[in-house]
């Protein structure tokens, strides 16, 4: 037996079976550095998928702050510490005055299932709002808002899904206006709908970069009539910020700023601890404390000083090493490049993005837009073969997903452009 | 404004209000050590308490594990790594045979959100039994097992509470047999119930050793005629070990071993990473493949390799330190000690518990067995004030919960003693 496959028997043993796995030739990886993974064979990788290890593989800062914390204390938020207070006070000054208070978390999931009690106890009711192709998470309540696979028992009746947005063939038609008012028209219907259920209109979550949903190039205001729908009818909006979080556009901190929308909660999670497991739920405290007032809520791990040192010293590197900023330049950089692929290779139907979260989405005929998921496998798994890795995403699965860790830079991303030059001439 | 004063402003306008803390003057604690926390002015306490520092706060082995694994690599499980399988297989051989596969999850709330799925995609039916007392997390599925506090929208109506056992009161009287028959059929009551509603039967919930309901001492077999209605009826035993697992319990690796039971599904929380964040879920492959069918789940930072290394550290020193004979002969020693003190504090009650998990149940009057919860919240303060760190619980909330780290010691032991005996003398 090879050693793949004596590692696929083993953890098909003692995993179960359909655990998920990337490619064909699964990577067996076992170091990682900066923008780079290394196999067990001593082969090198690009990595130009993972946002957890947002500012680098194991940046030794991050890595220090964990050691010094977790040989220092690591216990629970009933004691008193100042490393859950410096960290919220420092996460909370990057986002708009209104959203100062915070509750942490272990996962970006267990804070969409915070987020959505939230908005209960604001609101008193329970429907919420998503996008028909999003993922919020994997706790029981959030994956009601996935309309995947439908669970044991059924879907719960409380959601309504309104069509993601999708910039290449927008509902509504070319104009941004009437793109962005077709969007708000699913929103209305979807309110009333739960207006007249039993449930009422609490919320609408969304990842305000639309990043499972193919990450759509949106006019500017796009959110705007939305939001001012869910407001009118009394409901909050929660923005999921686990994708564009934490500088990763390029131009703003957040993926709402970008999208010029202050929701009234924030979900974090993913790239907040570099791979330490930490997420969070950013709110006004008045939102936040009639979470607190409505439901008992205790996380044993969330807000441990070693996840909130973790978190501290993300900002620290985001800061010192001018990463957002690396993200905005070496991202324009890079979609340049992608566009020039895009004249010589008629599979790239189109290419958006924003930041160092970008990529082509690939289709089978220009004309009439059809979606090449198929081949889009083929080129992720070319890819791999060549040692870069990235996903692919989006409504019809067929846009390559480049989310890179954070220090990426013009000479990854020309590797990068190159080996897809490559697969794709190849294909 | 005090240090404490400002402490706790601050706290409250950024993290909210009602968020809970320990005791009257909240400790602010800076640093750990084995069974010892220092607090800001250098002040030591003995922690009595904490049972997520499993192996001793700051245990210089694991944190080497943390600090190695994450300065290598830290990703996720959809890439091939040893880390997980290793991991799985060494912790899997401390259960039953029928036991062997698992899913790993960043903490218990995770975790029983995913077992509760699980006997739902065995079993296709949703309906829930719990004990009446009990806390099993705080995702929204998982919250809905708790009576204490009903979430907006209400409950969902598949759960069944019946009564946690009281080895201080027993439900059908003083017989062992008629207690545990007492139990099993109120867990038939409810399985009837269940059968009888949308919901259908899917499993019974229980910690093995009722741990928040105060630790019963039970007979030998109690648990016996509740599994066998559970199994006739077709559904499943999910045992939550996040508090007596581990060899917390001192004769067994597990409580639901020393309950004498094979549950289906186990699952694990609190001491498995020594405070990093860690869970699981362990079943047979059988459930967990059905699991698998029938729901997505992907876990970003689950079975990540630092979690991993943490858990396999917290194993090794379990072994080389020989804990679990620990907790068996200190606990045995600790709880003689508390029954000398009955003899001399008419407020206790009763004591009990099983290797480093025991208390006394405080009582108004012996005869009548009248809780006393005030009281116990004296006490664990004047215990604070004197530098030793204890809760309380059980159904009437007047138990000491004395759950130390697995390392301690006899001498610790007769600190935590005497100081409980000069509380108790000047109440």
């Known amino acids: 037996m090879s050693d ?13 079976r359909n655990m998920s796995l990337f490619y064909e030739h699964p990577a067996h990886i076992v170091r990682g550095e900066g923008v780079w993974l290394f196999d067990a064979d001593g082969r090198r990788y690009l990595d130009c998928y993972n946002n957890v290890p947002h500012v680098g593989h194991c940046h030794p800062h991050v890595v220090e702050a964990i050691c010094r914390q977790a040989s220092t204390l690591n216990t629970h938020t009933r004691y008193l510490h100042e490393g859950i207070l410096d ?14 208070t915070a509750i942490l978390t272990c996962t970006g999931s267990e804070a969409n299932d915070v987020a959505l009690r939230m908005a209960q106890a604001v609101t008193g009711r329970t429907g919420v709002i998503a996008t028909d192709h999003t993922y919020h998470g994997n706790t029981s309540a959030v994956s ?34 009437a793109f962005a008012e077709a969007f708000a028209l699913k929103v209305e219907e979807a309110i009333a709908s739960l207006q007249e259920s039993p449930f009422g209109f609490s919320a609408l979550i969304v990842d305000p970069f639309f990043a499972n949903e193919g990450f759509p190039d949106l006019p500017s205001g796009f959110l705007a009539p939305a939001v001012a729908a869910v407001k009118k009818a009394g409901g909050l ?13 390029g131009e703003h901190m957040w993926g709402h700023q970008r999208a010029g929308i202050t929701p009234d909660i924030v979900t974090l999670g993913k790239p907040m601890g570099n791979g330490h497991p930490i997420g969070g739920v950013v709110a006004g405290s008045d939102t936040l404390n009639a979470f607190r007032g409505a439901f008992r809520y205790f996380n044993t791990f969330g807000g441990n000083p070693v996840s909130c040192a973790a978190g ?14 690396n993200a905005r330049t070496v991202g324009a950089y890079a979609l340049d490049g992608l566009n020039r692929l895009a004249e010589k290779h008629g599979i790239i139907g189109n290419t958006r993005g924003a930041g160092l979260f970008f990529g082509a989405e690939l289709v089978l005929d220009k004309r009439e837009k059809t979606p090449a998921p198929q081949i889009a496998t083929r080129v992720i798994n070319g890819m791999r073969e060549r040692g870069v890795l990235m996903g692919k995403l989006g409504i019809h699965q067929c846009t390559t997903k480049i989310r890179p860790p954070m220090p990426f830079s013009r000479d990854n991303a020309d590797l990068m452009l190159s080996t897809l030059d490559d697969v794709l001439s190849g294909l």
């Not at 960290?87 to 100062?100: G, I």
């Not at 009601?144 to 899904?161: A, D, I, K």
């Open 237 to 249: 909006v929660i923005a999921d910020e686990v994708q564009p979080g934490f500088g990763r556009t």
């Open 87 to 100: 960290y919220v006070e420092r996460l909370t000054a990057t986002f708009d005055r209104s959203l100062d």
């Open 4 to 16: 793949e496959a004596a590692l696929l028997a083993r953890r098909e043993r003692l995993l179960g």
């Open 312 to 325: 501290m010293a993300v900002l620290d590197v985001l800061e010192q090493e001018n990463l957002m900023e």
């Open 144 to 177: 009601q808002l996935s309309t995947r696979m439908p669970p044991v028992g059924g879907f719960g009746g409380h959601v309504r899904h309104v069509p993601a947005p999708d910039s290449y063939r927008p509902l509504g038609g070319e104009s941004g206006q």
